[in-house]
């Protein structure tokens, strides 16, 4: 224990531990100094000044975020001087930002307007010059809005920190500062993976999803289409909080009911996929093993991390196992054994999918994922957007009546359920592959080594007399370090899971904003969302993929076998290097 | 051991003399010319002089016995070109190349001096400047950053090795162990001459208790002020000093690399420090086991692409790094956690500069000169309204005015003297009151400026204060990096308000506007950009807030500088020349020949040509 030093807060004395910041000291002692730019998972911006408070002794206000504590300081948190101030300061900043609140689409959800109201600011009293950008839309998932950027480099700092995508920066100077991808590029062509991470830690409006929920409640008007929907598991951990829940309650049996007030004909769930993908993917893993295909295989369910692998790691496409993700494996299906199980025209299923990502608005984009000649996913909305669409129309979602999702491809076992979460792919391939190859069921199916929120994880499962390495990343930056090891010595792993987001798709990009005294990416919040999962996980009879009785149905009657040639058109895919601008072909350089 | 000079004081004991014995010797001569090679000299035609003074020597057959030398700059720039010529220490200025043929059969063939070409002559009594002639400019000068500016060839190391170079290196790596050197130091009181003031031992000293490793030395010659030129002559002049200095700032703290961070924009003075590090380097000054020692130390050159606030030492950092040039909250400083987060001392040009003089002479010898908590000299570029604009080097304690009056000789064309910015944009303006304060760091910031880098600018009163304050802010908000919400924000809105306010559409509120705008960008922002941006409007608010005032009750600019408000009017001077009428661009003057004319102020532009045209002072403004 470090020996405690004497502070004064307002006059106060207090006894708290060195070595920290005057906002940690300050926050443990029930003093939430306002703060704008600082976020607990990003490296130390000081640059909003929102956070400054007076010091005795200092010749000017200090950033309380960046300032250590040390012995006999007197600190002031609440002075006249400092409360003016502050004002200004985030005066100043709502001076240079669109008045336009009651349009925009954070409207009752962003920290700038919490903060003014919370400041006071009643009147204006700078007005000038505005920045005026536009927007950038050519992103099938982010949409990019400087005029709404207050400049406090969240984003920035989540791109490269935590992302290591380096794909935003600050450009130049000044009051002109602006933030935007390298030569101003256009999303769409930079090196964006759609991640989605920079709107979770926006404080404002710069960073959205590419909203289709007007067309969407468009089809839903429809009565020529067969409306499908899918939801993602997280999203079920997760969308209470938009209805101004806790983290970590379970609505499922809410949303498919939400879902089909909405207007949804059916309600499947992704995590029948999520059975059906391992059921593929343990098939391929085991037939690597055992005919020394290429290793370690490493998961592709991630649509951020599939962008990032082929702009940064293509010389790992090979590792990438061909299976589709989820989504685009139940919307395959939508269209072609479901349609045919109806005995509908496959054109006139509308597949849509709620998503707790953003890049999946992308991946369903992708041309190769077509299933005969149709977009196998029309439409994908975010948690986000979903939330919305309830609330809009009315839909007291809160005290609904819990429904279940349809059949054929609508049931899931606890397996499919921990895909939501980090390490939770891994653990449900290994649940699975344990048993197809050694013929024996496993019976500790939890994995404890690679669960929890540690940035790389290994563990290992023997099979048969053989090890199994495993390692799991989640984040696109601790992917990166764990790929850098992966080049450098193949044989290490055996099989390697990553998801493109802090905490897996709990943490997805499409996930609620945080809500009123909370901060995005909270740790605790994303582990009560995983526990939500675990614990439906828990609470199922049927644990392993290939218990699912639905999932044999579907091979008995449809797709033969895992890996079979038609399961094979419908649920694998290929990957190919990608050139986003700024990525030079290596032959280019020589 | 040793060699012999005749020209300078100083002939020291020279340790490892064999390795630094002078190379080439001074061949008997009748005249040594020294001609200034400093960028001013340079852009006032001094190659031409030289190519011209060449010929003139070749055509006379004197080539033999004048022997001609570059020099870097003598700071007194508003004479230059300027031409010395030994013996005699005869001092030539504003020289063409004209005057050349003159000069060379006059002075060096019947050996009397051109007495139209002198700069003025005056009693000296500074003992640095002998060697300059009696030159009021020098007269209250004390060189000692600049002390061989102007006296040796900059691209020739021998001649820095002719007035003790590199001697105080050899004394710190035989006789002196790192702590010593940074004692002594520390007993100097130098402190850092970059703007801030804080004391260059105690720097040291962070550093040096840092654990061992890898640690980095920087030199900032990013200097950014508009009008200051301290570095870069400093450098082009005397390059080798600084590179000594950081030899020794390396040994002192246990670091074996150093980075010079100077803005592309130097190309003269980055030409002579390349030069030099591959001379030091060829002597055995930089590089493996330097002097035959166990210590070993090299220096490479950053070029700064030119934003002023690289000369923040963190956003200097930043920029070496590769990142955008940023500064970032302090704690950690970078003795801590500096380049690539390892220890790093970083000090501006003329804090190095200093460092050979006190390691020679010695920190006692050091902290004699200058005031109570501001010792040594400072070194300032004299710009704007005053007669002998550039480069002055002063101990600390001299007054405002003794600079602008007796260095500066004072404001010309008989207009009065108004204020003073001193230190660069970022400065306040100091009215007549403030002309006795000392210069040092406390007393200006006192007044309400600050010393900064060392920039000086006399303002007369034909200056719209409002005005000036605008100007400079109007460069801080352009150089803001735009990281800091006060900054980046609040200086636009300033400039927003004084431009209002210099159009004539100011309000009364704009002035508390400016003041409450102004303290809490002083006391939030992130770095000393921000935190000093508003200094000259603070101060101008401060000492002529009647100006302010005028402006905005009366839409009035008494030094009718701000156009909007001006009016202008002919008067009865007029006698119908109509030299008014053809110049105004909008036909707004009326008249018939040889009567008076007449300005249509409604058409008017108020561009000020026929102000400027009129011969009779017909022309007024108000």
Not at chain 1, 104 to 130: P, W
Not at chain 1, 171 to 193: I, K, L, Q, W
Not at chain 2, 97 to 116: F, G, K, M, N, Y
Request: hydrophobic share 35%.
């Amino acid at each position: 224990m470090d020996k405690k030093i004497t502070i004064y807060i307002n006059s106060k004395e207090y006894k708290v531990s060195p070595n920290q910041t005057i906002m940690q000291a300050a926050d443990h002692l029930g003093f939430h100094i306002p703060r704008l730019c600082y976020h607990p998972k990003l490296s130390i911006e000081g640059a909003c000044r929102v956070c400054i408070v007076e010091v005795e002794g200092m010749r000017n206000f200090v950033a309380s975020c960046a300032y250590p504590v040390s012995d006999g300081m007197k600190i002031h948190t609440n002075t006249q001087e400092l409360r003016r101030a502050r004002r200004d300061i985030v005066e100043l900043l709502v001076d240079n930002h669109p008045m336009d609140c009651h349009t925009c689409e954070r409207d009752g959800n962003c920290e700038l307007q919490r903060l003014a109201s919370s400041m006071g600011i009643r009147a204006r009293h700078f007005v000038g010059q505005r920045k005026q950008y536009g927007r950038d839309l050519s992103g099938q998932a982010v949409i990019r809005d400087p005029d709404k950027c207050i400049l406090c480099g969240r984003c920035v700092r989540m791109c490269s920190e935590i992302q290591q995508v380096h794909n935003l920066t600050q450009a130049h100077r000044g009051f002109d500062t602006v933030v935007m991808p390298a030569y101003n590029m256009p999303m769409a062509e930079s090196v964006c993976t759609a991640c989605g991470q920079c709107i979770n830690v926006c404080p404002t409006a710069a960073f959205l999803e590419k909203n289709y929920t007007q067309e969407l409640f468009e089809k839903l008007n429809d009565p020529n289409l067969i409306k499908v929907a899918q939801f993602a598991p997280s999203v079920r951990a997760a969308i209470g909080e938009a209805f101004g829940l806790e983290a970590g309650h379970n609505m499922e049996g809410q949303l498919v009911a939400a879902l089909r007030k909405l207007g949804f004909n059916y309600v499947f769930d992704t995590q029948f996929s999520a059975d059906l993908t391992i059921m593929e993917e343990a098939t391929e893993f085991l037939e690597r093993i055992q005919n020394k295909g290429k290793l370690p295989m490493i998961t592709s369910c991630s649509s951020a991390w599939m962008k990032c692998m082929e702009q940064f790691y293509p010389d790992l496409i090979e590792n990438i196992s061909t299976c589709k993700s989820p989504m685009s494996m139940q919307s395959a299906l939508a269209k072609t054994f479901f349609a045919q199980k109806i005995g509908v025209d496959p054109k006139k299923i509308f597949s849509v999918a709620a998503m707790c990502c953003t890049a999946k608005k992308y991946e369903a984009a992708r041309p190769e994922l077509d299933v005969e000649g149709m977009r196998a996913t029309d439409i994908v909305v975010t948690t986000r957007e979903i939330a919305w669409m309830i609330k809009s129309a009315g839909i007291d979602f809160l005290n609904i009546e819990p429904e279940t999702q349809d059949h054929p491809i609508g049931m899931s076992s606890g397996a499919g359920v921990i895909f939501g979460t980090t390490g939770g792919v891994m653990e449900a391939s290994i649940r699975t592959a344990y048993e197809l190859y050694t013929g024996q069921t496993l019976v500790d199916i939890e994995v404890e080594s690679i669960r929890g929120l540690k940035g790389i994880k290994e563990g290992k499962v023997v099979m048969d007399g053989q090890e199994i390495r495993v390692a799991v990343a989640h984040g696109l930056g601790n992917a990166c370090k764990l790929l850098d090891v992966v080049r450098k010595d193949p044989g290490r792993y055996h099989f390697v899971e990553i998801m493109g987001c802090p905490g897996g798709c709990v943490g997805g990009g499409g996930q609620p904003y945080a809500g009123v005294n909370s901060i995005p990416l909270d740790e605790d919040a994303l582990m009560k969302r995983a526990e939500a999962l675990y614990s439906i996980d828990r609470a199922k009879t049927i644990r392993r993929s290939y218990d699912n009785p639905d999932i044999q149905k579907l091979y008995k009657e449809y797709l033969q076998r895992p890996g079979s040639p038609i399961a094979h058109k419908l649920l694998h895919t290929h990957y190919k290097q990608k050139f986003p601008q700024g990525i030079i072909p290596k032959e280019a350089l020589k | 051991m040793g060699f012999q000079n005749t020209e300078t004081k100083n002939s020291g004991n020279i340790h490892f003399g064999m390795r630094i014995e002078r190379k080439a010797t001074v061949p008997e001569v009748h005249y040594k010319i020294t001609l200034c090679d400093g960028t001013s000299c340079i852009r006032k035609q001094s190659k031409q002089i030289h190519q011209i003074l060449d010929q003139e020597l070749r055509k006379r057959n004197l080539k033999e016995v004048v022997s001609v030398h570059l020099s870097g700059c003598l700071g007194m720039c508003a004479k230059g070109p300027i031409l010395i010529i030994n013996p005699g220490y005869v001092m030539y200025g504003n020289i063409t190349e004209a005057d050349i043929p003159e000069i060379v059969e006059s002075h060096l063939v019947h050996d009397t001096p051109v007495a139209r070409l002198m700069v003025e002559e005056n009693h000296l009594y500074n003992r640095f400047f002998r060697i300059f002639g009696d030159v009021d400019f020098f007269g209250k000068q004390m060189r000692i950053t600049l002390r061989n500016c102007g006296i040796i060839d900059p691209e020739n190391i021998d001649d820095y090795l002719s007035v003790r170079g590199y001697e105080a290196l050899a004394k710190v790596l035989t006789d002196m162990k790192p702590e010593q050197v940074v004692s002594e130091v520390k007993k100097s009181g130098l402190r850092g001459r970059g703007g801030a003031g804080f004391p260059t031992g105690m720097k040291w000293e962070f550093t040096a208790k840092q654990p061992a490793g890898e640690k980095y030395v920087i030199c900032n010659a990013d200097e950014g002020d508009p009008g200051a030129f301290m570095d870069r002559s400093a450098i082009e002049g005397d390059p080798h000093t600084v590179l000594e200095g950081m030899i020794i700032g390396g040994y002192a703290v246990g670091s074996s690399r150093g980075v010079v961070y100077i803005r592309a924009e130097y190309p003269l003075a980055i030409k002579r420090l390349e030069k030099a590090i591959a001379a030091a380097r060829e002597h055995g000054f930089l590089g493996q086991n330097i002097l035959g020692s166990n210590f070993s130390f090299d220096i490479e050159i950053r070029l700064g692409a030119g934003a002023f606030v690289c000369g923040e030492e963190t956003a200097l950092i930043h920029s070496i790094e590769g990142s955008r040039g940023m500064p970032r909250p302090r704690p950690p400083f970078p003795a801590v956690s500096g380049l690539f987060g390892r220890p790093t001392l970083i000090n501006n040009v003329e804090t190095w500069a200093n460092i050979p003089v006190i390691i020679l002479d010695g920190g006692e010898w050091f902290s004699g000169i200058g005031t109570q908590g501001s010792k040594g000299t400072k070194v300032f570029a004299l710009a704007g309204k005053v007669r002998n604009t550039g480069l002055v080097e002063v101990p600390m304690g001299t007054t405002l005015r003794e600079i602008v009056f007796d260095i500066g000789g004072g404001i010309p064309n008989g207009r009065k003297f108004k204020a003073v910015q001193t230190g660069g944009p970022s400065g306040g303006c100091l009215p007549e009151p403030y002309l006795d304060t000392p210069i040092d760091y406390e007393s200006l910031a006192k007044a309400g400026s600050i010393m900064g880098s060392g920039g000086m600018i006399v303002i007369d009163e034909d200056s719209c204060m409002v005005n000036i304050a605008r100007f400079f802010i109007e460069f801080t908000q352009s150089e803001s990096c735009g990281k800091c919400a006060p900054c980046r924000e609040g200086t636009r809105r300033m400039l927003e308000i004084l431009t209002r306010i210099t159009e004539g559409k100011g309000c009364p509120e704009d002035i508390d506007k400016l003041e409450r705008l102004g303290a809490m960008i002083k006391k939030s922002s992130l770095c000393g950009l921000g935190q000093s941006a508003p200094n000259p409007i603070l101060s101008t608010i401060k000492n002529f807030r009647e100006e302010y005032e005028e402006h905005v009750n009366q839409k009035k600019c008494r030094a009718g500088v701000c156009a909007a408000m001006l009016s202008y009017t002919i008067n009865d001077n007029c006698v119908g020349c109509g030299a008014c009428k053809r110049a105004c661009p909008v036909n707004a003057i009326d008249g018939t020949r040889k009567e008076k004319h007449h300005i249509d102020p409604n058409k008017c532009i108020k561009c000020g040509q026929c102000y400027s045209v009129c011969k009779f002072s017909a022309v007024a403004k108000a």
